[in-house]
């Protein structure tokens, strides 16, 4: 049945959200699976074990981010360590799970689960104790195994419900 999906897939030109178990047991194309290799390190490295000082070996020095609130006069690089070190103030015990990692050509799309408990001060809100639960989606462009490029999707309204400040 996988072999069959997977061939409709190919031959119509339709991409859709396979899990990354999908293709346990068949071989992705070199780039895509490199890709998706370089993103899950990014994600466990960076995100998840807060090695910021390697985010570098991810994310390009010239690297655009399109989310609006970044500030313009910094780096991508520089405004990523900021917003991770905010997140990582409020929510100590962040965790992030890969849910699904799509790559086609030189996009990578990544849906993820964020959980954590507010225990510190985030964006002038000082600690609730309360858990969120959420989920996320990024959009990176690449080029020579390198981030260039990032939209990112956060439900923010969801996580000011879940920490009591919106109802």
Known sequence: MKKILLALVLSTGFVTMLSPSAFADHHMPAQGEGQRSLVMKFYDEVMNQFK?????????????DHDAQMDPQKSTLENFKMFMTMMHTGFPDM?????????????????????????????????????????????????????????????????????????
């Open 52 to 64: 910021l000082d390697v985010a570098d070996k991810y994310i390009a020095m010239d690297a655009i």
């Open 95 to 167: 965790k992030i799970k890969v849910e699904d990692v799509i790559s086609e050509g030189d996009k990578v799309v990544v849906r993820f689960r964020l959980t954590g408990t507010h225990k510190g001060m985030f964006m002038g809100m000082n600690a609730t104790n309360k858990p969120i639960d959420m989920m996320a989606v990024d959009i990176f462009r690449m080029a020579n195994g390198k981030f260039i490029e990032h939209w990112g999707f956060m439900d923010s309204g969801m996580m000011m419900q879940q920490l009591g400040m919106m109802h």
